[in-house]
């Protein structure tokens, strides 16, 4: 059985599992199974399974899903992160329901966004916890009003490779940089189970809490393992594969294998209507490294809080979504001591090398605003959705 079938044959089985027992069940407890006697009572039952199938996908589960990780990031989680762990991916799982799937029966490319708000929503609230409540106890009586408020400015998602139904998949969600406005988050959809950290530099065995036991389970805290079939991975943490006898990293860095889409997203920090510069907030998290100096926070008053835009840059693959699964010289790390040699220079550096891709989709902007043709020239016509 190949393991493309296993996400579509499995809950096949178990839906069959299902019927036996109901149909076990009803002969003795004819009482207990008579509501499904009654008109439309399997209407019922199949509508019952439908949504058993499908909860994901059923009103407020995102909105439960995103209190979920506010809940246990702001409150219940145990340890707090240092500035090793500032560019260091942060893992979620999930799968892909029937209500997900398009007429091609993989995953539909606007579903992935709401799985990447989970992902991202875990990451912000893990870093910028104690940021948050820094901030907010500094300007307490201050002359800025309203609150503390992180916001999406934009995303962009490039799909690689399908998803089939209930195929379990996972995302890598980390830091990627910040300029003097926005801070910048990367994300990568990933076949689940074929690519294992080198380590869990935040959560361990020993300092798990009774949410993790009871929720993330086992695999939040899998043991290191070695993949014999894993593809072989060159110096510059890409993948390498033999092409004609020749390994294609002597052609240029190639993609993870294991990536199935990736996407980046950049947020803007609100205090009311006074936008904050995101370092700020790193600072106050207590991320950056003593005597860390960066021209984001000098750039930002120079300008005005304008992001960053400009002339889209040539960018080759090593700088491409693809090319940042992992920081290089953070991927050395074992997770168990991560603050070893995390100067400020190499903070500094790592901030550059994402701005390299940033800068690509902040350009975005004005080449997208000068696309639109507006009252300039003709329209093919004006259609009516079916629900407008």
Known sequence: MSSATNPVILPAAGLLAVAAVFVALRAEYSQVFSFFDAPGGYWKLAALVLA????????????IRIFNALVYQLYLRPADPTPAMLFLPLITSSRTPALECDY?????????????????????????????????????GGWLGGKFAIMLGGIHCSFRREIKPYEKFEI???????????????????????????????????????????????????????NNKSPAVGS????????????????????????????????VLKKGRMTIPPEKLISAAGLLPEN???????????????ATGGA?????????LDGVLI?????EQTGVDTDIAWTPERV?????????????????????????????????????????
Do not use: M
């Open 52 to 63: 058993l199938l499908n909860v994901k996908n059923l009103p407020f589960v995102w909105h």
């Open 104 to 140: 091609n029966l993989h995953k539909s490319n606007s579903t992935y966004f709401s799985d990447l708000d989970v992902s991202r929503t875990h990451v912000v609230a893990t870093l910028f916890r104690k940021g948050f409540a820094a901030l907010a106890a500094e300007e307490k």
């Open 172 to 226: 890598w969600t980390r830091v990627l940089c910040w300029d003097r406005k926005w801070i910048y988050f990367v994300s990568h959809v990933v076949r689940a189970g074929t690519v294992v950290p080198k380590g869990y530099s935040l959560q361990s065995a020993s300092n798990r809490s009774w949410y993790d036991a009871l929720f993330a389970g086992r695999k939040s805290v899998r043991k290191q393992k070695t």
């Open 236 to 267: 510059n943490g890409h993948a390498t594969s033999q092409v004609n006898g020749t390994a294609a990293s002597e052609q240029g860095p190639q993609p993870h294998p294991a990536i199935l889409a990736s996407s980046i997203a950049k947020y």
């Open 292 to 306: 860390y100096i960066s021209t984001s926070i000098a750039d930002f008053a120079s300008s005005n809080g304008k």
């Open 312 to 320: 889209i840059p040539e960018l080759s693959a090593e700088q491409s």
């Open 327 to 331: 920081p290089d010289r953070v991927s």
């Open 348 to 388: 500094e550096e790592e901030r550059q090398r994402g701005l390299q891709v940033a800068a690509a989709f902040g350009g975005l902007d004005s080449g997208l605003y000068d696309a639109f043709t507006a009252e300039e020239k003709p329209a093919l016509g004006v259609f009516r959705d079916l629900f407008s």
